[in-house]
């Protein structure tokens, strides 16, 4: 019985508040018909000129709708902001639901051979587009945009491509990389640095060489410079338009026990140290991923590493082959 009853009660509560509305609006209508009436028939003016109570009566019911109306918007407004208030709580855990799912899902560690299907998705996009390396002589990115990515793009496609190399300038002397002496300790390798110088220039040349044939091919504008920097490789960043870096680093130093008593030219050293080269290592080493729209915390990576990279940029200088001590034939590109 008891949950018949409160069932009656919903049905009745629910009844009056769908007819509550047009029956105040009955009444109140009732109500101006009869006062007009009275304005132009007397017998019903003067029947209603002396019912003070029943027109005090009147405005109480009036007073009742206004309050009752001021009631409704009140509570609808305190619902609206319940409910803005949820909304936002629910956006904010969301937002963290997805930042963490972005770092779950986000490829901690990647090969090297990714960077070529990303720089061949960006690019094939077309507009402008900006590539920013560090590394250690640039082959990383010369290889797969020579070879395969930029003589592939789709003609007819509106692209400006801004390619950016900063490697270390082995112009000078360093000691890593370099060679191990008699006393076990690392020394400079001037024609090894050499070498080095060589092979950038041959990627620099294959890059730029793409310029006139993306040009003629109706595939977009191509700018390609190299600066160099005195430093040793350590640290290599890829940077897709300033929205993405791929970092890591040289974790394996090649100890060429078959260049003992010569370099890489086939020479021996001239100060005749002996010892095996320091030669880093890096090209099967695991990249990080960032990207801004992976969270607060990718976010900051990036424009920190975008930072680091635009300091060294701005100090470094326009790559040259003059090295200290010999000078490397700039190699000849077919």
């Known amino acids: 019985m008891s949950d018949t009853g409160s069932s009656w009660t919903r049905r009745l509560a629910a009844g009056w508040g769908r007819a509550e509305s047009t029956v ?5 209508f009732a109500v101006f018909v009869v006062g007009l009436v009275a304005q132009f028939v007397k017998p019903v003016g003067d029947a209603l000129q002396d019912k003070v109570y029943l027109g005090g009566a009147l405005l109480t019911v009036v007073g009742y709708v206004l309050y009752a109306e001021v009631q409704r918007l009140n509570a609808g407004h305190s619902e ?3 409910a803005e208030a949820e909304l936002q709580a629910v956006a904010r855990r969301l937002e963290g639901e997805v930042q963490r799912l972005n770092q779950a899902l986000r490829p901690r560690g990647v090969p090297p051979t990714e960077l070529e299907a990303r720089f061949k998705d960006v690019l094939e996009r077309g507009g402008d587009v900006r590539l ?3 590394g250690f002589t640039g082959e990383t990115v010369a290889d797969p945009l020579v070879t395969r990515v930029l003589p592939r793009l789709t003609q007819g496609v509106s692209r400006t491509i801004r390619l950016r190399v900063l490697v270390p300038d082995f112009t000078k002397e360093i000691e890593f990389p370099g060679r191990v002496g008699a006393d076990g300790k690392a020394g400079d390798a001037p024609r090894f640095r050499a ?4 092979r950038i220039a041959l990627h620099e ?3 730029k060489n793409q310029t006139e044939r993306m040009e003629r091919k ?3 504008t191509l700018s390609v410079e190299f600066r160099v920097l005195h430093m040793s490789p350590w640290l290599k960043l890829y940077f897709i338009n300033d929205d993405v870096v791929y970092e890591g680093i040289y974790d394996k130093v090649e100890p060429n026990s078959e260049t003992r008593d010569a370099d890489v030219t086939g020479q021996p050293e001239p100060n005749g140290s002996g010892g095996h080269l320091l030669d880093p290592q890096g090209y099967d080493s695991l990249l990080t991923r960032w990207a ?3 969270g607060d915390e990718a976010r900051e990576i ?4 975008l930072e680091l990279f635009d300091t060294l940029w701005d100090s470094a200088r326009a790559f040259t082959t003059e090295t200290s001590g010999t000078t490397p034939e700039r190699p000849e590109v077919s």
């Not at 105040?24 to 109140?28: D, G, M, N, R, S």
């Not at 990036?302 to 590493?305: A, C, F, N, S």
């Open 24 to 28: 105040t609006k009955l009444f109140l």
């Open 80 to 82: 609206q902001r319940r």
């Open 132 to 134: 920013s390396v560090l």
């Open 195 to 198: 070498s080095l110088v060589n």
């Open 205 to 207: 040349e294959r890059l």
């Open 218 to 220: 109706a595939q977009g």
């Open 292 to 294: 801004k729209d992976d």
């Open 302 to 305: 990036v424009t920190r590493r």
